[in-house]
């Protein structure tokens, strides 16, 4: 069955350095792919998305590029802040079915 | 525009005890759907409902009903709530085939 995989966290990064955080999936067809983000005490809500093979999803300075080739979807951020710090979850689903499938979240911490 | 709302945000229960989680968006969506969130394992979907008067299971859904009320609120009934249902639960709605919004949560614990 489909399924998200994502690495295992916490990241613990210094403000300003580079955020990478990988997400690989499985799949058949053609999956849209979304990164969602929890920051603490509060429910999900979507950072960024792509729905087709060389996309580029990008908010808030949070960037992932659908490569069909790896299977990957991964996160990046040229300069994080104390403020990112959240769990970040990695999703997809089908363009015929409204369900999403989670990878296991990445726990971000930046500090000053 | 208040989104997703979920009460009640904490609840203690003790073994066999029953409870009801509200859910109710204000978005007009016709999808709606109940999730639980356990550490190490992401979200997991519990039951979902694509249109009022309609709903299936989801991945994890022994133990759980639901209801869909009308197009605004969607219920998730736990009939003898057990240790393993211990969780932080997330309703969600959205359009169809359009983006999920999520609630704040109800964390929920059984003794």
């Known amino acids: 069955g489909d399924s998200v995989t994502q690495m295992e966290g916490p990241v613990t990064l210094s403000e300003e350095a580079f955020l990478t955080i990988n997400c690989t999936y499985t799949?058949?067809?053609?999956?849209?792919l979304f990164w969602y983000v929890q920051y603490p005490g509060e429910g999900l809500q979507l950072l960024l998305k792509?729905?087709?093979?060389?996309d580029k999803g990008s908010n808030k300075g949070f960037e992932a590029t659908y490569r069909k080739e790896t299977t990957s979807f991964h996160l990046e951020k040229g300069s994080v802040q104390v403020s990112d710090s959240a769990v970040y979850f990695c999703?997809?689903?089908?363009?015929?079915?409204?369900?999403?499938?989670f990878g296991t979240g990445t726990r971000l911490q930046v500090f000053p | 525009n208040a989104g997703v709302t979920q009460t009640p945000k904490f609840q203690v229960l003790k073994t066999g005890q029953s409870m009801t989680l509200q859910c109710a968006q204000d978005?007009?969506?016709?999808?709606m759907y109940w999730y639980r969130q356990d550490p190490g394992m992401g979200l997991r979907l519990i039951y979902y409902?694509?249109?009022?008067?309609?709903?299936d299971k989801g991945e994890v859904p022994n133990g759980y009903n639901v209801s869909r009320l009308n197009k605004r609120e969607f219920s998730l009934r736990l009939e003898s709530a057990a240790p393993s249902q211990t969780s932080v639960y997330f309703c969600?709605?959205?359009?169809?085939?359009?983006?999920?919004?999520f609630g704040p949560g109800t964390r929920l614990l059984v003794l």
């Open positions: 969600a709605s959205s359009a169809v085939l359009e983006t999920q919004y």
């Open positions: 799949a058949t067809g053609y999956p849209s």
């Open positions: 792509a729905t087709k093979a060389d």
């Open positions: 999703a997809l689903s089908h363009h015929n079915t409204d369900k999403l499938i």
């Open positions: 978005m007009n969506h016709n999808s």
């Open positions: 409902s694509a249109s009022e008067g309609t709903t």
